[in-house]
């Protein structure tokens, strides 16, 4: 019996057949010409392949989203301390000239006694006493460099300073002055105070309570003293009065955004938060639909008590009605409204007052 011949696998003649090492097929002289030329040309892909690779990794390791992540880390860290420093040096300026004013005013007084009882010719050593002691304090008062000192805030991993002021060396004379502190976002020992009302309102009550003083056609500002910048922290709220129907907001904005008074606004890009007639804005955008999104405004009445989280962690914030016990939810963009974020209160109504609670 005659063994089978060797055939070439592409065109079957079995002469000057050859066998492929790798693959193990057999070719005639030309096609394997053509199977050495097919395997150079599959080598050349994977070098291409190889180096597309190489460039990717290259251009990935600097458009890395964490490298992007940082950058933004980074901005929104520059513009706190710059905000910080721009505070402090004003706080810093603003005391340094009430400083000056009251010891300029207790020097006239003082003046102004030591020439009535000069030309009245009444005054005794007990005066004179009197009179040496007073100008003592006010020289230690004018060279000290204690009354104001700079202190960082070491609870934070950004170490912010904050302008402290010790109580002053003469009551008597000059009174002292209040306290200016860029409070640790991370401290939640400290309580939500109202700091600042833009527009027809007013804060009483140790800043605990803001009251809307315009028409219904105007609206007051009401903006927080504290900052939040990480993990989640709530503030209790009781609507002391709120004419119907309900048309009170609570919401977060943007710390960038606090220093242009302007520009504050319920529907600001850098603001979110719950209105009255069901409004939710978030961005600068507003839904009314109360059945996509489940926020009823109508169902806050007076002596109600709301709760604001701001759950800076997950990028939300949560506001919580406590007797009908129904919670929403608003997430924040923060490539929109950066961290840290300030409590932003709204109020339109004649006489309509919130009071945060312990």
Same mark, same amino acid.
Not at 30 to 49: F, P, S, T, Y
Not at 132 to 159: G, P, W
Not at 290 to 315: M, P, W
């Given at each position: 019996?005659?063994?089978? %011949?060797?055939?070439?696998?592409?065109?079957?003649?079995?002469?000057?057949?050859?066998?492929? +090492?790798?693959?193990? %097929?057999?070719?005639? &002289?030309?096609? /394997?010409?053509?199977?050495? %030329?097919?395997?150079?040309?599959?080598?050349?892909?994977?070098?291409?392949?190889?180096?597309?690779?190489?460039?990717?990794?290259?251009?990935?390791?600097?458009?890395?989203?964490?490298?992007?992540?940082?950058?933004?880390?980074?901005?929104?860290?520059?513009?706190?301390?710059?905000?910080?420093?721009?505070?402090?040096?004003?706080?810093?300026?603003?005391?340094?000239?009430?400083?000056? @004013?009251?010891?300029?005013?207790?020097?006239?007084?003082?003046?102004?006694?030591?020439?009535?009882?000069?030309?009245?010719?009444?005054?005794?050593?007990?005066?004179?006493?009197?009179?040496?002691?007073?100008?003592?304090?006010?020289?230690?008062?004018?060279?000290?460099?204690?009354?104001?000192?700079?202190?960082?805030?070491?609870?934070?991993?950004?170490?912010?300073? @904050?302008?402290?002021?010790?109580?002053?060396?003469?009551?008597?004379?000059?009174?002292?002055?209040?306290?200016?502190?860029?409070?640790?976002?991370?401290?939640?020992s400290y309580q939500e105070k109202f700091s600042k009302v833009i527009g027809p309102g007013k804060i009483i009550d140790d800043g605990l309570l803001a009251k809307c003083t315009g028409t219904d056609l105007d609206y007051a500002f009401v903006l927080g003293q504290q900052v939040y910048s990480q993990d989640k922290q709530t503030i209790r709220f @009781?609507? &002391?009065?709120?004419?119907?129907?309900?048309?009170?907001?609570? &919401?977060?904005?943007?710390?960038?955004?606090?220093?242009?008074?302007?520009?504050?606004?319920?529907?600001?890009?850098?603001?979110? &938060?719950?209105?009255?007639?069901?409004?939710?804005?978030?961005?600068?955008?507003?839904?009314?639909?109360?059945?996509?999104?489940?926020?009823?405004?109508?169902?806050?009445?007076? +002596?109600?008590?709301?709760?604001?989280?701001?759950?800076?962690?997950?990028?939300?914030?949560?506001?919580?009605?406590?007797?009908? +016990?129904?919670?929403?939810?608003?997430?924040?963009?923060?490539?929109?409204?950066?961290?840290?974020? @300030?409590?932003?209160? /709204?109020?339109?109504?004649?006489?309509?007052? /919130?009071?945060i609670l312990p």
């Amino acid at each position: 019996m005659m063994s089978k %011949q060797k055939q070439c696998v592409t065109c079957n003649k079995s002469i000057g057949i050859l066998t492929c +090492n790798g693959c193990e %097929q057999r070719f005639c &002289g030309k096609h /394997v010409v053509e199977h050495r %030329q097919n395997l150079a040309n599959q080598l050349d892909d994977i070098m291409q392949d190889h180096d597309l690779l190489q460039q990717e990794l290259k251009r990935s390791s600097d458009e890395h989203i964490l490298i992007e992540k940082i950058d933004q880390w980074e901005m929104r860290t520059i513009v706190r301390i710059q905000t910080a420093a721009k505070n402090a040096r004003t706080e810093l300026q603003q005391k340094i000239e009430v400083s000056k @004013k009251q010891i300029s005013k207790a020097c006239h007084d003082i003046a102004a006694n030591l020439r009535s009882s000069r030309e009245a010719d009444d005054f005794s050593e007990n005066d004179l006493i009197r009179w040496i002691q007073q100008l003592d304090k006010l020289k230690l008062e004018t060279i000290s460099q204690s009354s104001i000192q700079l202190i960082e805030d070491e609870q934070s991993v950004i170490h912010l300073i @904050k302008i402290h002021e010790n109580k002053s060396i003469c009551k008597t004379i000059v009174p002292c002055h209040n306290e200016f502190v860029i409070q640790n976002p991370t401290d939640l020992s400290y309580q939500e105070k109202f700091s600042k009302v833009i527009g027809p309102g007013k804060i009483i009550d140790d800043g605990l309570l803001a009251k809307c003083t315009g028409t219904d056609l105007d609206y007051a500002f009401v903006l927080g003293q504290q900052v939040y910048s990480q993990d989640k922290q709530t503030i209790r709220f @009781k609507i &002391g009065q709120c004419k119907s129907p309900y048309n009170i907001f609570f &919401g977060c904005i943007s710390f960038q955004m606090v220093e242009n008074e302007n520009k504050i606004h319920y529907y600001s890009p850098l603001t979110a &938060g719950w209105f009255g007639c069901n409004e939710i804005y978030q961005h600068g955008a507003v839904n009314y639909n109360y059945k996509i999104h489940g926020y009823k405004s109508d169902e806050i009445a007076s +002596n109600d008590i709301v709760q604001l989280t701001f759950d800076c962690s997950q990028r939300q914030i949560e506001l919580f009605h406590e007797r009908t +016990n129904k919670r929403h939810t608003l997430s924040v963009n923060t490539d929109e409204a950066p961290l840290p974020w @300030k409590l932003l209160l /709204v109020l339109n109504r004649h006489n309509d007052y /919130v009071r945060i609670l312990p």
